[in-house]
């Protein structure tokens, strides 16, 4: 539940998600790797995040 609240809170008060809000819906994901928050994900950049962390394994 509070990674729930945690996103409802960025989606409400990021300007990323400023079309949704007041439209029912829930907005776009994003990816939150420790302080670092992710925004916007297309495929290209979620697949480059995926490499930089097998690294780090």
């Known amino acids: 539940m509070k990674n729930l ?3 409802i809170k960025i989606r409400d008060t ?3 998600y400023k079309g949704i809000r007041g439209r029912a819906m829930v907005g776009i ?3 939150k790797i ?3 928050v992710i ?3 297309s495929e290209e950049k979620l ?3 995926v490499e930089k962390y097998k690294e780090v394994e």
Do not use: V, Y
């Open 34 to 36: 420790g302080d670092e």
């Open 39 to 41: 925004i916007g994900l």
């Open 29 to 31: 994901p994003m990816l």
């Open 47 to 49: 697949l480059e995040i």
């Open 14 to 16: 990021h300007d990323t």
């Open 5 to 7: 609240k945690e996103f």
